[in-house]
């Protein structure tokens, strides 16, 4: 539909003016320079088969959506957007249109929680295959790939262990074995990372996390390169009816519209945060990828504009790392991440938990910072104070 074509990228090119401009004319009929929200189930046909802006039925497509899914597809640099209720929905419905029963897809070995159980208590299951693998290892992941292997799905930086994979070397493992590359960017966020640029043929989202950034929206998406991939998608995006509401829709377009600067200083003050506790008598490691002695470092250099606003460390113990996320006064102990406020999480037995007992398993002494925008002389007194 006409509503779906992009921005012009000969003429807008910089990121922070596609994240407030691309989708987001102002409204013909009011001038209004916010795209309205289109609270509205169906539309007027003028006649028979005669849609106006090709809208129907708001699960198909609805204008509020739309404008975010051309804002998405923009800022990562894709030829299609979707918008889903969550990032779970999104992976969903991406594994029901590529896979089927009997395919096989590789998968961090240290994912997300939740793309975890998704895999082995769903998709498994259902009939698809699944290996954990290091995805640090180029060619681990090569010896991992067998014939029916659908999909090879990278986390980069990994949630929580901040791992961090070579996208275009595994776009090309992925690509020779005839198979499609994936990539959740939540960590990263299409400011600090494009991964379509890079080879991956499909970015995902839980757009609940830096791109709507403010803690009070839960969404999904998916961007890809390819056109066909993309018209099957919405296909069954529509046909499963998983879809971000306008409300939903318009609170995530809204909080990407300051997603550049807000990632500016996510990442300045965990860099800050990361010096505090490398030199912490009490903290046994700091996982970061912007450490020179990070075994990803070279990688998140070269296909990253900053390190990002995620840092995980290990105490001594886990009654020692329980401890310092039950102390903190300003990082909230809470799950999620992204948000403009500072939290603080035990993944083992938080995020993580339906892991336990899995390869995925998280180290007991773990503890994970989203680091947030606050004064960086509060946040660091506040862990400080944990910590003691």
């Not at 505090?276 to 903290?283: E, I, N, Q, Y």
């Not at 946040?379 to 400080?384: A, F, G, K, Q, V």
Request: charge should be negative; aromatic fraction near 6%.
């Amino acid at each position: 539909m006409d509503s779906l074509i992009l921005m012009d990228n000969e003429v807008h090119q910089g990121f922070e003016t596609l994240a407030i401009h691309a989708g987001q004319e102002p409204d013909p009929t009011t001038g209004a320079v916010v795209p309205p929200i289109y609270q509205v189930s169906t539309y007027k046909q003028d006649g028979i088969g005669g849609l106006r802006g090709g809208y129907e039925y708001s699960r198909s497509a609805n204008p509020t959506r739309t404008a975010l899914e051309v804002c998405l597809a923009e800022v990562e640099g894709g030829t299609r957007g979707l918008a889903f209720a969550s990032g779970l929905a999104a992976e969903d419905t991406l594994l029901r249109t590529v896979c089927k029963p009997g395919d096989h897809v590789i998968i961090p070995d240290d994912a997300y929680g939740g793309t975890y159980r998704l895999f082995a208590k769903v998709a498994e299951p259902w009939g698809v295959a699944f290996d954990p693998v290091p995805l640090g290892d180029v060619d681990a992941v090569r010896a991992a790939v067998r014939p029916e292997t659908k999909l090879i799905w990278v986390e980069t930086p990994t949630n929580p262990l901040l791992g961090v994979a070579d996208i275009a070397a595994l776009a090309a493992v992925a690509h020779d074995a005839g198979a499609l590359l994936v990539v959740d960017n939540t960590f990263a966020s299409p400011y600090l990372q494009r991964p379509l640029t890079l080879g991956a043929d499909v970015v995902v989202h839980s757009t609940t996390k830096y791109i709507g950034g403010h803690s009070d929206v839960v969404g999904g998406a998916l961007i890809v390169a390819d056109a066909d991939l993309g018209e099957r998608l919405t296909y069954h995006q529509n046909a499963m009816g998983a879809v971000a509401g306008p409300f939903d829709a318009w609170l995530t377009l809204r909080g990407i519209k300051t997603l550049g600067v807000r990632m500016d200083r996510h990442c300045s003050n965990a860099e800050k945060v990361v010096e505090m506790l490398t030199r912490h008598p009490a903290v046994r490691e700091v996982l970061y990828p912007g450490l020179p002695e990070h075994p990803g470092h070279e990688v998140a250099a070269k296909q990253m504009r900053k390190f990002g606003g995620m840092v995980s460390f290990r105490m001594k113990s886990e009654e020692a790392a329980v401890a310092v996320c039950e102390r903190t006064r300003l990082f909230i102990l809470g799950e999620s991440l992204g948000g403009v406020e500072s939290l603080i999480e035990h993944p083992g037995r938080m995020t993580h938990a339906s892991a336990a007992g899995s390869p995925l398993e998280v180290p007991a002494d773990l503890v994970r910072l989203s680091v947030g925008i606050e004064d960086i002389d509060d946040l660091l007194r506040d862990l400080e104070q944990a910590l003691a």
